[in-house]
């Protein structure tokens, strides 16, 4: 009885991991792939890119507002709140504000709804520098007009 018993332990305990693990290691729905961490850029409109892990995938986007304090649901460039995505996915924005933007990116599916993924991110908008143009910067030296 105890060799039975050891046994059906063993195969449990083998077992276990074949189906338990990678159920328990499939909580991320999307990989976003940009942003990749905190950026900072120089346009208005920003891409948010990625693949999906799971099927039926769902995406919000959110912005934090400056005035409340609070997350508020940001529309795409294509007017959407709330989109499906495929196996691969990428989607426009514009930014809020100048400067510190925080992000909150929102996957689920229908079965994970209650138990969302959430990523956090801050994107920086600013303003792009003028690069000088060494040529004209040269001859407005020799010509004496260098305030320009």
Do not use: H
């Amino acid at each position: 009885m105890k060799s039975k018993l050891l046994t059906f332990i063993i195969i449990i305990a083998f077992m276990l991991p074949l189906f338990v693990v990678p159920t328990l290691a499939s909580s991320k729905i999307v990989d976003i792939s940009r942003p990749d961490g905190n950026e900072i850029v120089t346009k208005e409109i920003f891409s948010i890119c990625g693949v999906a892990i799971e099927d039926e995938a769902y995406i919000e986007i959110y912005y934090k507002d400056r005035e409340t304090d609070l997350y508020k649901p940001l529309q795409t460039t294509d007017g959407e709140y709330v989109f499906k995505v495929g196996k691969i996915f990428s989607k426009d924005i514009e930014l809020k504000y100048k400067g510190k933007n925080e992000l909150r990116i929102k996957a689920y599916t229908a079965a994970t709804k209650n138990d969302p993924q959430i990523e956090k991110y801050t994107i920086t908008l600013v303003e792009e520098k003028r690069k000088e143009n060494w040529l004209e910067k040269a001859l407005n030296w020799f010509a004496g007009d260098e305030t320009k």
